[in-house]
């Protein structure tokens, strides 16, 4: 059946999903004009122009892969779009909202309170790691995937744990809060680690002989794409896309790691050498 006949691009209202964008981008701007000016050293901006651009591109990026018609065809036709949601809404949106977050937000939101303990906890890089590998991986579980297929509040359920297990799995990363950061060749390590997992569930889809999830093994056919060549594109993105994109992010990492370590070190060298002459004097 093609594209048109299945009627897969007809669209269709997601109210909530306008509705926790709406409030996203209404709690920042109201923290931003009302709580930040309090906070700040005066003539110090709240939030930076970075800091915005960055809230901008994840709560849009959050709104494309959460809505129509990314949200549809990835529910009800096929898997390889679902897993671009996945992808979207752990490796790429949080990092850009935690980027986007300036640090006297976190502090407010994250460490005052009763589950202030809990969080900090829950941020650290073991457990945090743990935590998302663990959901990760049964968020690919077939009963849960055809379920959550079926049934609308379950899958939102999957994709906020996702969600907010990714954004603590990246906070030692690129977290507002400093202290909780890790050192850059630590985070390079993490990261690396992070791309190991993925690995598993993403060759069992591109490996399987079978279609591994019912709910996707239906006539409706998009494009002309079978049921196993979707989980192996899946499969695919997931191993390799999602593991090049890590990759990347460690590349970037340790060429600015390496550049500052070098500056580091000439300046060293031109302060000793400095030294050195205002002793011969």
């Given at each position: 059946m093609t594209?048109?006949?299945a009627n897969a691009w007809a669209w269709r209202p997601h109210p909530e999903v306008w509705v926790l964008m709406v409030a996203i981008i209404g709690l920042y701007l109201w923290a931003e004009r009302t709580i930040g000016p309090k906070v700040v050293p005066l003539g110090t901006p709240p939030v930076t122009r970075a800091q915005k651009r960055y809230f901008v591109a994840g709560v849009a990026l959050m709104w494309l892969a959460a809505d129509w018609?990314?949200?549809d065809i990835g529910e009800n036709y096929l898997y390889v779009v679902h897993m671009v949601q996945h992808l979207l809404l752990t490796l790429v949106v949080p990092p850009l909202l935690l980027l986007g977050t300036p640090e006297w937000l976190a502090r407010l939101v994250l460490t005052e309170g009763r589950a202030a303990p809990w969080i900090k906890r829950m941020v650290?890089?073991?457990?945090a790691a743990a935590v998302y590998n663990v959901v990760l991986l049964l968020s690919h579980w077939p009963t849960l995937v055809n379920t959550s297929v079926r049934v609308g509040w379950l899958h939102f359920i999957v994709h906020a744990v996702l969600f907010v297990t990714a954004l603590a799995v990246w906070t030692p990363i690129c977290g507002p809060i400093p202290e909780w950061r890790l050192s850059v060749p630590a985070q390079m390590v993490y990261l690396f680690l992070m791309s190991v997992v993925p690995t598993l569930p993403g060759a069992w889809l591109t490996f399987s002989t079978h279609a591994v999830y019912k709910a996707y093994d239906i006539p409706q056919r998009l494009w002309g794409i079978s049921v196993?060549?979707?989980q192996q594109a899946a499969g695919l993105l997931m191993k390799l896309g999602g593991g090049a994109y890590l990759w990347t992010i460690i590349a970037v990492l340790?060429?600015?790691w390496a550049a500052r370590d070098e500056a580091a070190s000439k300046e060293a060298r031109s302060v000793a050498g400095r030294q050195a002459?205002?002793?011969?004097?």
């Open positions: 594209l048109f006949a018609p990314m949200h650290r890089p073991v457990a196993r060549s979707d340790f060429f600015r002459i205002s002793t011969r004097n």
